[in-house]
T-cell receptor, first 115, second 111 residues
């Protein structure tokens, strides 16, 4: 069975600095998708970034980028130029590329942004 | 703008009550999901549905059932609420191969 592990329950970053959130996963599949979701205090979960496993190039969305290391089964999220609005819970998620629409989520990392 | 609406933001129920949590999406998505979110445990899948009247158990289906009579609506039912079902419940929907769209959650307290 697939698993997703986020080993950092909480992280802090100074405004305008860069922070990296860690995520590792375990799977025997070769075709899958990885996601980072953000849950602000409003509780509305939104997609931050998505990575297809077959793509070697790391996904980037504005200030958010990932470091996808397929062999190491690692999928970290880098937030550059951190802003107060980035403060939230961040969840790493895995979805198989075939056979099921189940998403598997990590336990989350709470990010605090210090002014 | 796409929307997933959960009927209640906060709900307080008594032990033994039958509880209905409703979720409606306006995006014509095939897939709908119910997750439970607890501190330190992340999101755990209770049930999901990939079509009308179709459902599959997730990782923690015990004590819950679901109903999907119409494509846009996915209901989570607690047949006899217990205190260990106090939690945040999140509904989500997606197209076949796309990202999840989430509702804003229902915080359920069972007393």
């Amino acid at each position: 069975a697939q698993t997703v592990t986020q080993s950092q329950p909480e992280m802090s970053v100074q405004e305008a600095e860069t922070v990296t959130l860690s995520c590792t996963y375990d799977t025997s599949e070769s075709d899958y998708y990885l996601f980072w979701y953000k849950q602000p205090p409003s509780r509305q979960m939104i997609l931050v970034i998505r990575q297809e496993a077959y793509k070697q190039q790391n996904a980037t969305e504005n200030r958010f980028s990932v470091n996808f290391q397929k062999a190491a089964k690692s999928f970290s999220l880098k937030i550059s130029d951190s802003q107060l609005g980035d403060a939230a819970m961040y969840f790493c998620a895995y979805r198989s590329g075939s056979g099921t629409y189940k998403y598997i989520f990590g336990t989350g990392t709470r990010l605090k942004v210090l002014a | 703008d796409v929307k997933v609406t959960q009927s209640s933001r906060y709900l307080v129920k008594r032990t033994g009550e039958k509880v209905f949590l409703e979720c409606v999406q306006d995006m014509d998505h095939e897939n709908m999901f119910w997750y439970r979110q607890d501190p330190g445990l992340g999101l755990r899948l209770i049930y999901f549905s990939y079509d009308v009247k179709m459902k599959e158990k997730g990782d923690i289906p015990e004590g819950y059932s679901v109903s999907r009579e119409k494509k846009e609506r996915f209901s989570l039912i607690l047949e006899s609420a217990s205190t260990n079902q106090t939690s945040m419940y999140l509904c989500a929907s997606s197209l076949l191969d796309e990202k999840l769209f989430f509702g804003s959650g229902t915080q359920l307290s069972v007393l």
